[in-house]
């Protein structure tokens, strides 16, 4: 079993900043690719971004790519979404996960283990 713990949630004013954190414990890997998904009010939740085993590869949704980087400290076994030039819609809670393909993967069925997620909410 992995435990995934998300920090750094809060709220913000738009065009702000918020740097979200995930700490994972239990049956680590550094093999493991990682992911941030988020779920709006009253949405399904969706991808947001993804890292592979390495970091050297990361994937975007198309609404917070120029915005959000997502990057991995594997000594630290955490997992961090730099989130900037915040919105109104970018308010959700955001989840991270974890998947043992190694991939940075968009798809939520291929994600084995969540975290119970970060409030995050951007005001106008």
């Known amino acids: 079993q992995v435990q995934l713990v998300e920090s750094g949630g809060g709220l913000v004013q738009a065009g702000g900043s918020l740097r979200l954190s995930c700490a994972a414990s239990?049956?680590?890997?550094?093999?493991?690719?990682m992911g941030w998904f988020r779920q709006g009010p009253g949405k399904e939740r969706v991808f947001v971004a993804g890292?592979?085993?390495?970091?050297?590869?990361?994937y975007y949704d198309d609404s917070v790519k120029g915005r959000f980087t997502i990057s991995r400290d594997n000594a630290k076994n955490t997992l961090y979404l730099q989130m900037n030039s915040l919105k109104p819609e970018d308010t959700a809670v955001y989840y991270c996960?974890?998947?043992?393909?190694?991939?940075?993967?968009?798809?939520?069925?291929?994600?084995?283990?969540w975290g119970q997620g970060t409030q995050v909410t951007v005001s106008t």
């Open positions: 890292i592979n085993w390495r970091g050297s590869n990361t």
């Open positions: 239990g049956r680590t890997s550094s093999s493991y690719g």
């Open positions: 996960a974890v998947n043992r393909y190694g991939g940075a993967y968009y798809r939520a069925e291929l994600y084995d283990y």
